[in-house]
């Protein structure tokens, strides 16, 4: 007879408390996905650079139009906060200082993949769609494109588009903003 073994689940709370008492440090690089604390991959030159692409791409934005974050968490559920590369928040006077943002307030989300690509795709892009996140964005380096979720469901994005280099794309809730996929490419 074989015995199953029982995994303990992590709440968002006690990911909190772990960090509060030391266990983990700020060092450790975790996300917590699902209640399971997940080693993220090192962040390698290339996909370094295009966080900074972003990161100069997104500030360009008012900050009354919204709060732009490189590697904070946000709090999709009980169980689920992960860290992702760029995201634009809906603006909030306190900047986000009382809780983590929830995906309601999230505008955009953005993750950088290069070895961390089939986990992003096939764990991190589904629970962002449960999530309600209404635009998510994968700069994915192994095939030199950027791939574009909206129109979020239960079962995943109703709606995928993949971008190449030498076109542009705009995030939905800022049209104006004309991102190009060869600058965020490198």
Same mark, same amino acid.
């Given at each position: 007879m074989a015995v199953q073994l029982l995994k303990k689940l992590f709440t968002v709370e006690e990911y909190h408390l772990m960090g509060k008492a030391g266990i983990l440090s700020k060092d450790d690089r !975790?996300?917590?996905?699902?209640?399971?604390? %997940?080693?993220?991959? /090192? !962040?390698?030159?290339?996909?370094?650079?295009? %966080?900074?692409?972003? /990161?100069?791409?997104?500030?360009?934005?008012?900050?009354?139009?919204?709060?732009?974050?490189v590697q904070n968490p946000v709090q999709l559920s009980e169980r689920t906060e992960p860290q992702p590369d760029v995201i634009l928040l809906t603006p909030r006077a306190d900047y986000y200082s009382t809780a983590h943002p929830t995906p309601s307030e999230?505008?955009?989300?953005?993750?950088?993949?290069?070895s961390s690509i089939d986990y992003d795709k096939d764990v991190k892009i589904p629970i962002y769609a449960r999530s309600g996140i209404q635009e998510v964005w994968i700069v994915n380096l192994p095939e030199n494109c950027l791939e574009v979720y909206r129109q979020p469901t239960a079962n995943g994005y109703s709606l995928t588009l993949r971008f190449w280099r030498g076109e542009e794309v705009s995030p939905l809730t800022f049209p104006e903003l004309q991102v190009s996929v060869d600058f965020v490419l490198g």
């Open positions: !975790i996300e917590l996905i699902e209640g399971e604390l %997940v080693q993220m991959a /090192a !962040i390698g030159t290339r996909h370094a650079s295009s %966080v900074r692409r972003l /990161a100069r791409l997104c500030s360009q934005i008012p900050e009354n139009l919204a709060i732009f974050d999230v505008l955009l989300l953005i993750e950088v993949a290069d």
